[in-house]
């Protein structure tokens, strides 16, 4: 069977180059190698190889076949990397979430409840420590000052079956606070209203939870912040037992 050039088609009659890969033969001349190129070609323990111009062209599409491939791995790599880390991450959130809910709606609760415990009491400040030596003689002693302090406040409050307790641990350089508790809320609205009839310095507070006491502290420090910038026409009231900055013209309560 007659060898036909790979390049120019005509008979090779010494089989001159061939290629390594699809073993097609090649005119020296068509081969388009140099002298030294053709001299290497033709040793017969090359270790250079010789590829038609089809082939080198195949060798090159391969190579960049190989390096697409290799490429397609290390993508699919890091996709496979990035899916894990995404779904422990959406894990990690929504539990933060459920967790978080549960906390809102605990604290919640827990602050209603509170709220609740402490809604029929007031707190007295400035009562001076009874003298007596037992404390059940104190107790009875600090509940006459208290009846005596809020029939002076209102003649209208329920005083008979007020309890009354001393919050802290005794001292002698200060009056403990005593936690008033009263019939209802009502009486202790009353007391609120007018505890300004006292004039020996007892003051008489509202039992706030720690987060009412601490909006109205934010609050006070806003109309501070009001009143240093020139405005004197404001004022804290509470409506429906929330604290509100209004305007002192406004929603003036008259006293019982
Ligand atoms: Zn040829
Ligand atoms: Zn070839």
């Known amino acids: 069977m007659p060898i036909n050039c790979a390049k120019c088609k005509k008979f ?3 089989k001159e180059v061939q290629c390594d890969l699809c073993k097609c033969f090649l005119h020296s001349t068509c081969s388009g190698l140099s002298a030294t190129e053709l001299q290497c070609v033709k040793l017969k323990d090359r270790r250079i190889n010789f590829y038609c111009d089809t082939c080198s062209d195949m060798k090159s599409c391969l190579a960049k076949v190989n390096e697409m491939e290799t490429t397609i791995k290390r993508l699919e ?6 899916k894990s880390h995404i779904s422990d991450k959406a894990e990690k959130i929504s539990t933060n979430d459920s967790n978080n809910e549960g906390l809102v709606y605990n604290s919640i609760v ?25 404390s059940q003689e104190q107790s009875q002693d600090d509940f006459e000052t208290v009846k005596n302090y809020l029939s002076q406040v209102s003649t209208d409050i329920e005083t008979s079956s007020v309890k009354c307790v001393r919050l802290g641990k005794f001292s ?20 609120l209203r007018n505890k300004k009839k006292l004039t020996d310095g ?14 109205l502290k934010k609050l006070r420090e806003k109309l501070s912040a009001i009143q240093e ?28």
Not at 77 to 82: C, F, G, K, R, S
Request: hydrophobic share 30%; charged share 35%; net charge positive.
């Open 77 to 82: 790599d890091e996709i496979i990397n990035l």
């Open 110 to 134: 827990t602050e209603i409840l509170d709220r609740q415990r402490r809604e029929n009491n007031v707190i007295f400040f400035n009562i001076k420590e009874s003298n007596k030596t037992t």
């Open 229 to 256: 910038s020139g405005d004197t026409g404001k004022t804290i009231r509470f409506i429906n037992k929330v604290p509100k900055i209004v305007d002192v013209s406004k929603n003036i309560r008259k006293d019982k």
């Open 172 to 191: 002698n350089s200060k009056n403990r606070p005593i936690k008033v508790e009263l019939k209802c809320n009502s009486d202790v609205m009353l007391v």
């Open 12 to 14: 090779v009659s010494d």
């Open 202 to 215: 007892v003051n008489i507070q509202s039992d706030s939870t720690p987060m009412q006491r601490d909006y």
